[in-house]
């Protein structure tokens, strides 16, 4: 209760912070960058989500804090640089702002006109359960958004209950496979497999595939080697406070 209150407090003073991790292309040019928050707490050090986002679903805040999440990521990313020519995307996780919450496309929309960014520089990820069986309204609704040039993501790909072949009924233009099966690419074949399947599937849908937790050059070889579009792991970089992810992108091509 303690730490419900102080995050409340956190969350209306803007205490939070972003840091980001950039998601790169089979060059190793920066594609995107996936928002990652973080909490310093005056007490107890920089926080992880795995800390409070528990925290944040018993108060009833993830919503809340899913809200200032996406103004804030989308207001920093408006302002960075472009790579190689091309504008950098950003990538927000969502866990209480998920479509069929009713307000979800107006705070989307709201998010993009107030930072003044592109919405196809904007990608929205969510896990495989935010994903299935979703009425067709809500389907409609995210269509509204696509159509605006707004990307969806489903997170950690595989974890789920959803069979390869349902990937199809997946309202999600990118698929990033869980780095539990990047963790054995290059040793175990059964995690190679999996992520093999999963790009051929996602190729055979027209959805693009991002391979999550790249730690090993060879894992990078070898996922290239199946086509997967794009890398994000420590291989490339730790997420890193907005201010460093910067001077990374300024650094340029
Ligand atoms: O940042 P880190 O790698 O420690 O993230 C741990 C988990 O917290 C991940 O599963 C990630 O999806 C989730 N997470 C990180 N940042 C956010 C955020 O801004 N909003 C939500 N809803 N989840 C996040
Ligand atoms: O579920 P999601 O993909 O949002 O989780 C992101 C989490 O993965 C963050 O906690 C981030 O720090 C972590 N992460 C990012 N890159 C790597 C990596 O290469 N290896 C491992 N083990 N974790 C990573």
């Given at each position: 209760?303690?730490?419900?209150?102080?995050?409340?407090?956190?969350?209306t003073?803007?205490?939070?912070?972003?840091?980001?991790?950039?998601?790169?292309?089979?060059?190793?040019?920066?594609q995107?960058?996936?928002?990652?928050?973080?909490?310093?707490?005056?007490?107890?050090?920089?926080l992880?989500?795995?800390?409070?986002?528990?925290?944040?679903?018993?108060?009833?805040?993830l919503?809340?804090l899913?809200?200032?999440?996406?103004?804030?990521?989308?207001?920093?990313?408006?302002?960075?640089?472009?790579?190689?020519g091309?504008?950098?995307?950003?990538?927000v996780?969502?866990?209480?702002?998920?479509?069929?919450?009713?307000?979800?496309?107006?705070?989307?929309?709201?998010?993009?006109?107030?930072?003044?960014?592109?919405?196809?520089r904007?990608i929205?990820?969510?896990?495989?359960?935010?994903?299935?069986?979703?009425?067709?309204?809500t389907?409609?609704?995210?269509?509204?958004?696509?159509?605006?040039?707004?990307?969806?993501?489903?997170?950690?790909?595989?974890t789920?209950y959803?069979?390869?072949?349902?990937l199809?009924?997946?309202p999600?233009?990118?698929?990033?496979v869980?780095?539990?099966?990047?963790?054995?690419?290059?040793?175990?074949?059964?995690?190679f497999?999996?992520?093999?399947?999963?790009?051929?599937?996602?190729r055979?849908?027209d959805?693009?595939?991002?391979?999550?937790?790249?730690?090993?050059?060879?894992?990078?070889?070898?996922?290239?080697?199946v086509?997967?579009?794009?890398?994000?792991?420590?291989?490339?970089?730790?997420?890193?406070?907005?201010?460093?992810?910067?001077?990374?992108?300024?650094?340029?091509?």
């Amino acid at each position: 209760v303690h730490l419900e209150g102080q995050l409340r407090e956190a969350l209306t003073r803007d205490e939070l912070i972003l840091h980001y991790q950039p998601v790169v292309g089979p060059d190793g040019g920066v594609q995107t960058a996936e928002a990652l928050v973080r909490w310093p707490h005056p007490e107890r050090g920089l926080l992880a989500p795995d800390v409070f986002l528990p925290v944040a679903e018993q108060g009833d805040l993830l919503r809340d804090l899913d809200r200032w999440v996406l103004r804030t990521a989308l207001r920093e990313a408006a302002t960075w640089p472009q790579v190689d020519g091309r504008p950098v995307a950003v990538a927000v996780n969502l866990a209480g702002l998920v479509p069929g919450v009713p307000d979800f496309v107006d705070s989307v929309t709201h998010a993009v006109e107030e930072a003044g960014i592109d919405y196809n520089r904007v990608i929205l990820e969510l896990v495989e359960t935010s994903l299935v069986d979703l009425p067709s309204r809500t389907r409609q609704t995210m269509g509204e958004l696509v159509d605006r040039g707004v990307r969806f993501a489903v997170d950690d790909f595989g974890t789920g209950y959803s069979s390869l072949a349902r990937l199809k009924d997946l309202p999600a233009q990118i698929i990033k496979v869980d780095r539990r099966f990047v963790a054995g690419v290059g040793n175990d074949p059964s995690d190679f497999a999996v992520a093999r399947a999963v790009v051929d599937m996602a190729r055979a849908m027209d959805r693009s595939c991002v391979a999550e937790g790249v730690e090993t050059a060879t894992q990078f070889h070898v996922l290239r080697g199946v086509g997967v579009d794009a890398y994000q792991g420590w291989l490339f970089s730790r997420p890193v406070p907005a201010k460093e992810f910067r001077a990374v992108l300024d650094l340029g091509p």
